[in-house]
């Protein structure tokens, strides 16, 4: 990704006259474990090799100018609470730089530039992308690497929750910043620990296929998901759903809607199935993996209610093409299907993919082979 890296440095000379440094981080793919995250469950995320780049240099100014290239937009705001700038992609950078306030740590004016090529709404979170480059970069430039990544990760969720509207839970942020080279992460999102898992599965392929049906967490669904789940928990005396099994929800079933025990049934069988897929991948027993997508898309798509009728329709494809797995992923309303493809069925299954689907909504899924990568960096 040596071109991305060029095309910021270059804008940044352009824009501000000199060199600055050039940090990236990265979109994330999620293998299984969807919406488990908030519910203190298990998530089995990966960065991509699909991110934001960003130049950034200290300007001695009490203000920060920052260039977005691929908007062609460029905002200007101070460093206290009430300088918030109104673009909605600039208040991911303002909020970075608050809540590394808030925790003690130090943000002095700067110049940036950034670019990025992730698919925008696509659900492999770009917004992460892009706190996590941030936040990387100024904990690189004025806090001597003293903030930790979990911290990191915390900062960029926190963005999420006090500066864009997005209740979300830590899977982006960490993956953002814990991803690594060829290695899956599963994440136990209530303890926090997490364990590096190399994946590379011979004789398969993960590939991503984006309805491009674009959805927007902002005030959406998402954040009701997370209160019915908060909901069934609390009336089920526990802080999360992390430890509710089936009996104890269906105990409860005539005191809750119906809604809420849907949502609360998916997030039970997900956490179990999460579990099932690490074992299976540690026996290479991928027709078990690629099953358990299956389950966890039925899932998303009728109890939690998160899918679209394109992405049904695009897990139908997969299923009769033979495909091994597929899913919706990320938070849902929109954006792709993750698949587990043989090698063999990769390009027919593309081919069938894409023709099905622009025959059927008049234009073609973007289809893009996942190659897992490194995470937030400075790239020397
Ligand atoms: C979004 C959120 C994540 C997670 C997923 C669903 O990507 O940002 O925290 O909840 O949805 O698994």
């Known amino acids: 990704m040596e071109d991305m890296k060029e095309k910021v440095a270059k804008a940044f000379k352009e824009r501000f006259g000199q060199q600055g440094t050039t940090y990236a981080s990265s979109g994330r793919i999620n293998l299984i474990g969807e919406h488990t995250d908030y519910n203190g469950g298990f998530v089995f995320p990966g960065a991509i090799d699909k991110g934001i780049w960003a130049e950034l240099a200290a300007n001695g100014l009490e203000k920060c100018r920052v260039y977005s290239m691929d908007l062609d937009d460029y905002a200007e705001f101070g460093l206290k609470e009430e300088d918030a700038p109104s673009q909605g992609w600039a208040r991911y950078v303002f909020g970075v730089c608050r809540e590394i306030q808030k925790r003690g740590g130090k943000v002095e004016g700067f110049d940036a530039v950034f670019a990025g090529n992730v698919p925008l709404g696509a659900g492999l979170s770009s917004s992460a992308a892009l706190e996590s480059c941030f936040a990387f970069a100024l904990n690189d430039m ?26 979300c839970g830590i899977m982006d942020q960490f993956a953002s910043v814990f991803g690594r080279k060829g290695h899956l992460m599963r994440l136990d999102c209530r303890s926090m620990e997490y364990e590096y898992f190399p994946f590379d599965p011979k004789e398969y392929r993960l590939v991503l296929v984006d309805s491009r049906v674009k959805h927007e967490l902002k005030d959406s669904p998402y954040n009701k998901r997370r209160e019915s789940c908060e909901r069934v928990a609390s009336r089920l005396g526990m802080e999360t759903l992390r430890d509710a099994t089936m009996e104890q929800l269906d105990a409860i079933k005539g005191d809750i809607s119906a809604e809420d025990y849907f949502r609360a049934k998916f997030v039970i069988e997900e956490k179990d199935r999460v579990l099932a897929v690490c074992d299976a991948l540690e026996k290479g027993d991928y027709e078990t993996v690629g099953k358990k997508m299956y389950e966890t898309h039925r899932g998303l798509s009728k109890d939690y209610e998160v899918s679209c009728e394109e992405l049904d329709f695009l897990n139908d494809i997969a299923k009769e093409c033979g495909v091994t797995g597929s899913r919706i992923m990320g938070g849902g309303f929109g ?46």
Not at 145 to 166: M, P
Not at 354 to 371: I, Q, T
Request: aromatic share 10%; proline share 3%; glycine share 8%.
């Open 142 to 167: 004025f806090n001597n690497n003293v903030i930790s990544k979990f911290d990191l990760a915390r900062i960029g969720q926190s963005t999420e929750h006090n500066y864009c509207g997005v209740n």
């Open 335 to 380: 954006g792709c299907t993750i698949n587990l493809v043989p090698d063999g069925l990769h390009d027919s299954f593309i081919a069938e993919a894409k023709a099905r689907f622009n025959e059927k909504y008049g234009h073609e899924p973007m289809v893009y082979d996942v190659v897992i990568s490194d995470g937030a960096r400075k790239c020397e």
